[in-house]
């Protein structure tokens, strides 16, 4: 949990991305999130969900969980350390960067 909450932290700090979190709750009666599930919002970079998905698994060898047209979910269980959590944040800036400059 503390690792998903660093990364959720970095995430927030990238250009166009969002990594959603504890301010969901409330919002269209949402009541709870899993803080291990990095719910990414990719669509201000010009990636669609599904372009993110494919970027980071053909790229990067990273498996996010789901795709849709504007998000990405990635999971972080007990098998992640800060390793890994380096290694997808490192492929989280090509991303956040944009289609443009890649």
């Known amino acids: 949990v503390k690792l998903a909450h660093e990364a959720r932290k970095a995430i927030r700090q990238m250009k166009n991305l969002w990594c959603y979190g504890d301010d969901l709750i409330g919002v269209e009666g949402i009541f709870a999130f899993d803080p291990t599930k990095l719910i990414i919002r990719v669509c201000n970079t010009g990636f669609t969900g599904f372009q993110a998905f494919d970027f980071l698994q053909e790229k990067h060898r990273i498996d996010?969980?789901?795709?849709?047209?504007?998000?990405?979910?990635?999971?972080?269980?007990?098998?992640d350390n800060r390793t890994t959590i380096d290694e997808l944040l490192d492929a989280l800036g090509p991303v956040a960067g944009g289609l443009n400059d890649r």
């Open 64 to 79: 996010a969980e789901f795709a849709d047209p504007k998000h990405i979910i990635c999971s972080i269980s007990f098998a």
